[in-house]
Nanobody
């Protein structure tokens, strides 16, 4: 059973930072593209950022320059560093692993930006 274990969400004030983490098995991590999605009530889940096994990154236009996705191959963990957070970034953030038409999801972690 594939597991994606997320951590790092929480409540932060506007302008603050959070770092999300997602750990998985080595077999998944070394093969799959790892990514982060987010979802707010009433809207579709959307891509935030992704990183391939080779380290190539993709970002949603709305987070470029503010969020950074990275991976630690020794820890089989992908990170999402989120800086200068604003209320519009409030959402449930999901870790995703996908390869050749197969996708796995984490359980989601709530990020709330509020004063």
């Amino acid at each position: 059973q594939v597991q994606l274990v997320e951590s790092g969400g929480g409540l932060v004030q506007p302008g603050g930072s959070l770092r999300l983490s997602c750990a998985t098995s080595r077999s998944i991590f070394r093969t799959y593209t790892m990514g982060w999605y987010r979802q707010v009530p009433g809207k579709q889940r959307e891509l935030v950022a992704a990183i391939t096994r080779g380290g190539n990154t993709t970002y949603a236009d709305s987070v470029k320059g503010r969020f950074t996705v990275s991976r630690d191959n020794a820890k089989n963990t992908v990170y999402l560093q989120m800086d200068n957070l604003q209320p519009e970034h409030t959402a449930v953030y999901y870790c995703n692993a996908h390869f050749a038409g197969t996708a796995y999801w984490g359980q989601g972690t709530q990020v709330t930006v509020s004063s």
